[in-house]
């Protein structure tokens, strides 16, 4: 039995996530896990559909068992969301990560990894921040200098700058294998490359309805007037608490919030700075209508694991999982678990609740059956 665990989103599950399931199974793996964001999903955004949707979709796709990472761990910095889920993979009994990337050399990748623990705290990149870079770019212009082209060449690419960070957090447990895949198709949100468009080609086509699905999308802009209401309505005190809002940036809320332009989109350009990424703020956002309350609720480890679909290998992945965090299909079940599961779930909840306002139908997430498949 060796089992892979995926990180995904799955928004929504395609073709080049089943070539990734694919490749994994075709290198050894006889079972594969997969770690899925719930309704929030890392770029700040609400999923284009629900979570049993997609999990559904990946069993039919080829993974075995499919997990959720909850808000607020799935909107968050590639830090943190990566963080969360590779140790939901690991208490699940991961033996290897796989993943898509650009770069599919693996010392190359821990290459890069290693460089970056180092390179922000390096005066290179203060400076270049200084000078208006966002701190992505910071550190990969000064890996360039630092830490060599082929570096900087990883920590420039979307794909492979994630996989840096899922090689970081095996730390968690030494010794944990990698396994990247070579990315083929379209590159990470760009248009479309014959039969592999990326995700964010195939979700302007669903939401514009140039491709029909067997599910019904939502569209996330549809949350918007929620969202931008709860940014012009913050007070300071209550925007600081958000986990990636520092004070420069909720003064600028503020101010722009007294006289602010028609909508969210404008108002997220008006706030940010050569410093700050559009994602970082949408995120931001998304955290504020949801009511994350920053480090209260982004404990050192993920309160629950809860199950979304699986088949007969996926029960075999549970049957060998050896972990002290509660693992289960019963949503009321994890919520009862603890405190911290209790903040987690309603947090989700929130999340699942403000995506079916934007589909105008709604659901007891409490009664969901999970997909089994044989």
Not at 24 to 41: D, L
Not at 203 to 211: A, F, K, Q, T, V
Not at 215 to 226: G, N, Q
Request: net charge neutral; proline share 6%.
């Amino acid at each position: 039995m060796l089992t892979a665990g995926i990180v995904a989103e799955f928004n929504p599950f395609h073709l080049g996530h089943k070539y990734l399931i694919d490749q994994t199974r075709s290198r050894g793996a006889t079972h594969i896990v997969c770690c899925m964001s719930g309704a929030a999903v890392q770029r700040g955004e609400l999923a284009v559909t629900d979570k049993h949707t997609r999990a559904a979709m990946a069993i039919a796709g080829g993974a075995d068992l499919v997990a959720e990472l909850p808000a607020p761990f799935s909107c968050s910095s590639a830090e943190v969301f990566a963080k969360y889920a590779v140790r939901t993979l690991l208490e699940l009994g991961t033996d290897v990560l796989a993943f898509g990337s650009e770069h599919d050399d693996p010392g190359l990748l821990k290459k890069a990894a290693e460089a970056s623990l180092w390179l922000p705290d390096t005066q290179e990149v203060r400076s270049l921040m200084e000078q208006g870079m966002t701190y992505p770019a910071a550190v990969a212009a000064a890996a360039d200098k630092l830490a060599g082209g082929d570096v900087a060449d990883v920590l420039s690419n979307p794909n492979s700058t994630l996989a840096v960070e899922y090689i970081k957090a095996l730390l968690q447990k030494p010794g944990t294998d990698i396994l990247p895949v070579k990315r083929i198709g379209a590159a990470h949100d760009s248009g479309s490359a014959g039969e592999y468009p990326s995700g964010m080609e195939l979700r302007r086509r669903l939401l514009s309805g140039e491709m029909k699905a067997d599910f019904t999308p939502i569209d996330p802009a549809a949350a918007e007037s929620v969202i931008y209401f709860s940014l012009l309505t913050a007070g300071k005190q209550r925007l600081m608490q958000l986990p990636e809002l520092g004070e420069p940036l909720a003064d600028r809320i503020i101010k722009l919030a007294a006289d602010p332009p028609p909508t969210l989109e404008e108002f997220l350009l008006s706030v940010k700075n050569k410093s700050c990424t559009l994602a970082r703020l949408r995120r931001s956002a998304l955290h504020l209508a949801l009511g994350v309350r920053g480090a209260g609720d982004m404990l050192p480890c993920p309160p629950h694991i809860r199950i979304l679909a699986m088949n007969e290998r996926g029960r075999e992945i549970l049957a060998a999982a050896v972990t002290d965090i509660p693992v289960s299909t019963s949503l009321k079940k994890l919520e009862q678990s603890s405190e911290h599961s209790a903040r987690i779930t309603e947090l989700e909840n929130r999340a699942v609740r403000l995506m079916q306002l934007c589909a105008g139908s709604f659901e007891n997430e409490y009664r969901r059956k999970i997909t089994l498949q044989k």
